[in-house]
């Protein structure tokens, strides 16, 4: 399916650029009610999702393209090995989640970045969602980890993961990690009882 080509920005509209190929099959729109995600967000200075979820739409790297502001685009990740959380430094807004290695080529795009999300189809998966025992799981994550091992392994096999605006050729990040030093962190999780 060859899909439509959508604009992103930053809220202040200075980090901006375009995912292309957007259609409900070529990536898989989903929640995340997990802790790190959350953190995430209030590590950026963003309103507290809690108890909703952060919405993502995950494509691939290929299809991302930044077009204005991109020396505002950067990076933090929670821990030494965690996802690494793209974000813009003008206005703290998050817009992309991505593996520590562009061989495992996904990109998880923040939805509160667009002007219209009805192209990306509806939310096809639910990821630590709380049940009504109290404890947490997720909901179609067969179909969103079908998605991604199906985008993910082409790229490996014909090397297309090279196309990325996250990652230099040599596999290393375009930005400098920002790892979240731990007195910063810790503050940032629900204390555990
Ligand atoms: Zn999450
Ligand atoms: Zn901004």
Known sequence: MA?????????CGTLRGTLSGV?????????????????????????????????????????????AG???LAVFSLSEKGLLRWRARCCGALLFN?????KLAFAS???DRLADDAPLGPIKARAFIRKPNGKRGH????????GLVGRVLPR??????????????????????????EAERS???PSKP
Do not use: M
């Open 23 to 67: 259609s409900p099959s070529n990536g898989t729109r989903a929640e995340c009610f997990c802790h790190d995600c959350r953190a995430a967000e209030l590590y950026a200075g963003q309103p507290d999702p809690a108890p909703g979820a952060v919405q993502v739409y995950q494509t691939v790297p290929d299809r991302v393209r930044f077009d």
């Open 187 to 189: 503050p940032l999780y």
């Open 109 to 111: 795009f923040r939805t």
């Open 139 to 146: 909901e179609g994550g067969f179909k969103f980890l079908a």
């Open 156 to 181: 490996l096999l014909t090397g297309r993961w090279k196309q990325t605006p996250f990652f230099t050729p040599d596999g290393t990040p375009t930005r400098d990690i920002h790892v979240v030093p």
């Open 98 to 102: 991505t593996a520590r290695s562009p």
């Open 70 to 72: 991109e020396d505002q």
């Open 3 to 11: 899909g439509v080509d959508l604009s992103f920005a930053c809220d």
